[in-house]
Nanobody
Framework: QVQLVESGGGSVQAGGSLRLSCAAS????????MGWFRQAPGKEREGVAA????????YYVDSVKGRFTISQDNAKNTLYLQMNSLKPEDTAMYYC??????????????????????WGQGTQVTVSS
């Protein structure tokens, strides 16, 4: 079983930055696709970014490209999401998730479809204008 615990959320003004962390434990070696999702009140959950561990490929949805950076520290079993130039529309609960993907393309498809196997409890990000 994989356990995922997010941290780093908070309240910032527009234009500010936050770095989210996700500590993973359990059978983490078997889940080579890690991702961040978010869900705003009244909206569906959406994928934000993913990283495929095998070749270090990263994937982003258009709304965060150039502003968010996903990274992974394998030695610490920790996933990060650096969020810069935050906008009020980035306000949401952010979730870390893990999935076993056959290759990078499947990791990206899983991000778009939300088809991840393990999920954290989430951390709230609030951006004020």
């Amino acid at each position: 079983q994989v356990q995922l615990v997010e941290s780093g959320g908070g309240s910032v003004q527009a234009g500010g930055s936050l770095r989210l962390s996700c500590a993973a434990s359990g059978y983490t070696y078997n889940n080579n696709c890690m991702g961040w999702f978010r869900q705003a009140p009244g909206k569906e959950r959406e994928g934000v970014a993913a990283i495929y561990n095998g070749i270090g490929s990263t994937y982003y949805v258009d709304s965060v490209k150039g502003r968010f950076t996903i990274s992974q520290d394998n030695a610490k079993n920790t996933l990060y999401l650096q969020m810069n130039s935050l906008k009020p529309e980035d306000t949401a609960m952010y979730y870390c998730a893990a999935y076993r993907a056959g290759n990078g393309a499947y990791c990206y498809i899983a991000l778009l479809g939300g088809k991840f196997s393990y999920w954290g409890q989430g951390t709230q990000v609030t951006v004020s204008s």
